[in-house]
């Protein structure tokens, strides 16, 4: 389980055509052992996604909501602070993930 754990992941580049190919996969609705996809690629894919949101996933003006409820102590609190920062738009095309 190093993938967490590895460090500047989303500043590193991944092989362009393993990205590629496991985003073909991934629409069209194959399944994917992702825990087989190296981490960078996964990275990317994720970086491509939230590119891709019509509406960015934290505005500016959530900002400082989202600061304040990353000071909540109790997690689920916590969460449930977080997800009232993310905009309605935003929200809905992560539901699947």
């Known amino acids: 389980m190093k993938g967490p754990f590895t460090q500047g992941i989303f500043r590193k580049s991944a092989n362009a055509r393993l990205v590629r190919e496991v985003r073909e996969r991934l629409d069209s609705g194959q399944e994917l052992a ?26 500016a003006a959530l900002y400082p909501l989202y600061m304040e409820a990353l000071e909540c102590r109790d997690e689920q609190e916590k969460l449930i602070r977080v997800k009232r920062c993310v905009s309605s738009s935003s929200y809905k095309a992560l539901q699947p993930i």
């Open 34 to 59: 992702i825990e087989h996809i190296p981490i960078l690629a996964v990275a990317a894919l994720l970086k491509e996604f939230l590119r891709s949101l019509p509406d960015p996933l934290l505005g």
